[in-house]
């Protein structure tokens, strides 16, 4: 089979490898629809987890089961499927402690485009088919169903992580496509106020039609300044973090409440340490939380966010800026991702 492939640090390619095989729980796909993100740019161009050679790329998709293994109970081939973009071993100790991400070790359960072949090729494999894949829903369309692969459960994960509550002052840090589903997300659970901060405008008015109050350029002077001067010097509750880079979290232990929670999503591509201010952290004792988290993936996750988009809660379909059609389209779309024209807010490719 043919697929697009991170050949090592910084080079890409197309390459043609053995097809997949199926183990006994398992299915093979074939992509319906896919589409690149950040993260594979922080694979490829900044080596972020190290070599890899002749990895095809990818963690986002829809797509058409072609196999599936003779102990899979519950989807059968010709199924059109949701694949999370994180697919764990759903028996190990991590996942029965609540961390099925980390399952095998940490951030191990992203198989896909991280420890093996990812979606960008003719076929993939998928462990642990029926824990792992959802049914795409009848009538939902699989361009905008390819979020639910990993932008809404990544940003999703985001207003977890910092458990936005009712009437919340929220900040989200970054609003490309996750921190504009931390938005989504942070409105649906009930934020009052809602700082996005970004420069775009088109993300920035996104931002505001998923429910920010208010929109912080962060290249109009210090977003921390900005965000007390909106909060009289109070500070926000919550702050999401949805981009940035490791200076990130000293903005918003600074910007954050007592008491106050960070959840983080970013994927820190460079950088050597994360600091942040002793004084403002209130030596250490201002019970100011920073978590950090990859989103936990597997069905039941999928199927359940896939409902709010059946609804019409959650509308996807406003972050698609660039479509292609055809698989070949595939290097184009993770260029563009690569090179991120002022336009460009998620590219979605249909095959
Ligand atoms: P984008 O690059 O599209 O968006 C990044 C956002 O951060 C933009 O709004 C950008 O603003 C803003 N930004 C950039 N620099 C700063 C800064 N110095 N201060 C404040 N804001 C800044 O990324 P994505 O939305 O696609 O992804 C966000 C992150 O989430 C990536 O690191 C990605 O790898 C990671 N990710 C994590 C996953 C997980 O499971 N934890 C899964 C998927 C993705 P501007 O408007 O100027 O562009
Ligand atoms: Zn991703």
């Given at each position: 089979m043919k697929g697009f492939a991170m050949l090592g640090i910084g080079k890409t390619g197309w390459i043609t490898k053995k097809d997949p095989e199926c183990g006994p729980l398992d299915a093979i796909v074939k992509p319906i629809a896919v589409s690149p993100c950040t993260s594979d740019i922080h694979t490829v161009w900044e080596g972020a987890l190290g070599e890899r050679k002749d990895m095809i790329l990818g963690h986002e998709a829809v797509g058409e089961i072609v196999e599936v293994g003779n102990l899979v109970k519950t989807l059968k081939r010709g199924d059109r499927v949701l694949v999370p973009a994180i697919t764990p071993n759903w028996g190990s100790l991590e996942a029965q402690g609540g961390y099925s991400m980390h399952s095998g070790g940490m951030l191990a359960g992203w198989k896909f485009s991280n420890f093996k072949d990812g979606v960008f090729g003719e076929l993939f494999h998928v462990n642990e088919a029926d824990a792992n894949l959802g049914l795409l829903p009848d009538g939902l369309d699989p361009a905008p169903a390819v979020m639910l692969s990993d932008m809404v459960p990544t940003g999703f994960h985001g207003a977890e992580l910092a458990d936005v509550q009712y009437g919340d002052k929220v900040c989200v840090v970054g609003i490309g496509p996750v921190g504009l589903m931390s938005v989504a997300a942070a409105t649906l659970r009930g934020a009052s106020h809602l700082f996005a901060v970004g420069s775009r405008p088109d993300c920035c008015k996104l931002a505001k039609e998923y429910g920010a109050t208010d929109i912080i350029n962060y290249k109009e002077g210090d977003i921390v300044q900005q965000v007390m001067d909106k909060t009289h010097g109070k500070g926000v509750d919550k702050v999401i973090i949805a981009g940035g880079d490791c200076d990130t979290f000293d903005q918003a232990i600074k910007m954050v409440k007592p008491g106050g929670r960070i959840g983080n999503v970013n994927?820190?591509?460079?950088?050597?340490f994360v600091r942040f201010s002793r004084v403002q952290s209130g030596c250490g004792m201002g019970h100011k939380t920073i978590v950090g988290g990859l989103m936990p993936g597997g069905r039941l996750r999928v199927e359940k966010l896939s409902s709010l988009m059946v609804t019409g809660r959650l509308d996807c379909s406003k972050m698609l800026t660039h479509k292609f059609k055809g698989f070949e389209h595939i290097e184009d779309a993770l260029m563009l991702m690569k090179d991120k024209p002022k336009d460009l807010i998620k590219p979605v490719v249909v095959i």
């Open positions: 994927y820190l591509g460079s950088g050597e």
